[in-house]
């Protein structure tokens, strides 16, 4: 500012600079020529024209177009497929996974069907429960010879001996890693301290979407004890083994014994946490006797492809993304806090104790079947294929237009019912649903171009109908 007498806060500047400011004292030569001089000295833009670079000279002449977030689905997530695979057979998997999902909850309701698969003592899983007593699985946990943290949703959590990941190329244990990869193998999988439970060839796809839950019959004896209180933990993995070989970590859960109470709460309240739950105690539990491990697993969405198979690991450790039991009995309200090798001891009850090494034993019987339970996503209709419809049915379907653009008209043979409709992309997603009575209109100007199936039930005869439809 051409003065040294008169002092000019920032408001006053702005709203002098914007025309708006009252000029009564400002010095004469301000009146006349500062706000050419104001402008050239701070470099401001001349009045009217945009400040933001992003619209490229052009004015603001209309407000955005809001969202009506009462149409957005709650979620969105990827459902993860095969990815060169190497698979050469019939059917391929090239269209099997690998895309977005949009559903108003998680886990999603509509067409999860859950499937058990259960654990064997010569390796096996399959869907046939035990039919005998098949004895146990056994094996040592040592809580000084950790099975390393190899894959899965960890921030913090770096590969084993300073090694970096081949895809991403940092030092991140994160994601879907190749857990038979020579560098780490030997560290996580194929190891003493971890047994493995192993499908066929699978003949189908397989796809889940949402929690899976463990449930281990198991016992642990440490340090060859007989009797007594004590502690442990159950780790679960589930992987994908590839054709070529490669395998997969896919997605992982856990179960404190002393919290087995709680976690099994907790998944049969479908994750839901009650004040009841909450106040539901960690109890140690007694060395040899067999107890029912209940637990939720992570959250995932996840296809396995034709010939592929599918793998369960489970060991007492995982480290460094979790704690390693050092297989003793707590406290009430008391942790343990210690590291491989620190050398640390806990006193339970006045007596100090060391960390034990502990024979753990998976049970497979009728009694004690140990299985893992699958949300199993049934999309349907893989293909556009358009099914049969019944003989002798009464019920009829018109779509129109078809080939639809802005609309789809649906009209129903039998009137006065009432109908749930279903709408399918052509991967089998469910991109839309409805109830109705006698006729219903989509607006087809909401979907993206292409090939659709909807299928309409009738939900008191249960008789469904299912027509192929092009939006373009």
Not at 169 to 181: P, T
Not at 304 to 326: A, D, E
Not at 416 to 444: C, K, P, R, W
């Amino acid at each position: 500012v051409p003065s040294e007498d008169y002092v000019l806060t920032f408001n006053q500047l702005i709203n002098f600079i914007n025309g708006t400011g009252d000029l009564k004292g400002l010095p004469a030569e301000l009146q006349l020529v500062g706000l050419p001089i104001i402008q050239q000295n701070i470099d401001i833009p001349p009045i009217g024209n945009p400040v933001i670079p992003e619209l490229d000279g052009k004015e603001i002449t209309k407000a955005v177009d809001s969202i009506d977030f009462s149409k957005v689905a709650n979620f969105r997530f990827y459902v993860i497929g095969p990815n060169n695979d190497g698979w050469t057979g019939f059917p391929s998997n090239e269209k099997v996974g690998n895309y977005w999902f949009h559903s108003d909850t998680f886990p999603i309701v509509n067409n999860i069907k859950w499937q058990t698969m259960y654990m064997h003592q010569n390796g096996k899983l399959n869907y046939s429960p035990p039919a005998q007593d098949e004895g146990y699985t056994m094996y040592i946990h040592d809580p000084d010879d950790q099975v390393y943290t190899i894959g899965g949703a960890n921030m913090i959590v770096d590969l084993p001996f300073g090694h970096k990941s081949s895809v991403v190329k940092n030092s991140r244990s994160q994601g879907q890693i190749n857990l038979a990869d020579p560098r780490w193998r030997h560290t996580t999988m194929d190891r003493p301290g971890v047994v493995a439970f192993e499908t066929d060839v699978l003949t189908d796809t397989l796809c889940i979407i949402g929690f899976p839950e463990a449930r281990l019959y198991a016992k642990s004896n440490p340090g060859g004890e007989v009797d007594g209180p004590t502690d442990t933990d159950f780790f679960v993995r589930i992987l994908d083994v590839y054709p070529d070989g490669r395998q997969f970590f896919v997605v992982e859960g856990c179960v404190n014994a002393r919290a087995r109470d709680y976690a099994k709460a907790l998944a049969e309240a479908d994750g839901l946490e009650t004040e009841a739950i909450d106040n539901i105690p960690f109890t140690n539990i007694d060395i040899g006797k067999i107890y029912e491990y209940h637990f939720r697993m992570m959250p995932i969405a996840y296809t396995w492809g034709y010939g592929h198979k599918l793998k369960i690991l489970i060991s007492s450790s995982n480290h460094t993304r979790y704690q390693v039991n050092p297989n003793l009995p707590i406290e009430d309200g008391d942790f343990f806090r210690r590291q491989p090798l620190d050398g640390q001891k806990y006193i339970f009850n006045g007596v100090e104790m060391e960390p034990r090494v502990a024979v753990q034993r998976i049970a497979h019987s009728p009694e004690y079947p140990t299985s893992i339970e699958l949300p199993v996503y049934n999309k349907n209709y893989v293909g556009v294929f358009e099914p049969t419809p019944q003989n002798g049915s009464q019920m009829s379907i018109l779509l129109y237009p078809n080939p639809a653009t802005e609309v789809i008209n649906i009209y129903m043979s039998k009137p006065n019912q009432d109908y749930e409709l279903v709408m399918f992309n052509e991967i089998g997603q469910q991109v839309y649903t409805a109830s109705f009575t006698e006729e219903h209109n989509i607006n087809a100007t909401r979907f993206d171009k292409g090939i659709y199936l909807i299928e309409v039930r009738d939900t008191k005869t249960n008789e469904k109908l299912t027509k192929k439809v092009t939006i373009q």
